[in-house]
């Protein structure tokens, strides 16, 4: 198990965007050339959405998903994306 987990932490280490991780070309081109603008929040439900995901940051995706159906309850029109 020890060999098994050295073998997976020098792949990390040695890992390259080239070496076949299995990303199309436009992720590649993304990761490689990210946006240099700051990118703009113009929608409330994503951004609730994001907020709520970042306060829950260490809780489970349950939790997640059950503080998303409360607020979904209080407010059935918002689109909080999951």
Do not use: V, Y
Not at 57 to 73: D, V
């Amino acid at each position: 198990e020890l060999q098994r987990d050295m073998q997976f932490i020098l792949a990390l280490h040695n890992a390259t965007l080239d070496d076949g991780a299995g990303l199309i070309r436009d992720a590649l081109e993304r990761l490689r050339n990210p946006p240099q603008a700051q990118a703009r929040l113009d929608d409330s439900d994503i951004e609730h959405g994001i907020s709520l995901f970042l306060a829950l940051e260490h809780a489970s995706e349950s939790a997640f998903n059950k503080s998303r159906a409360a607020a979904l309850h209080r407010h059935p029109e918002d689109n909080i994306p999951s």
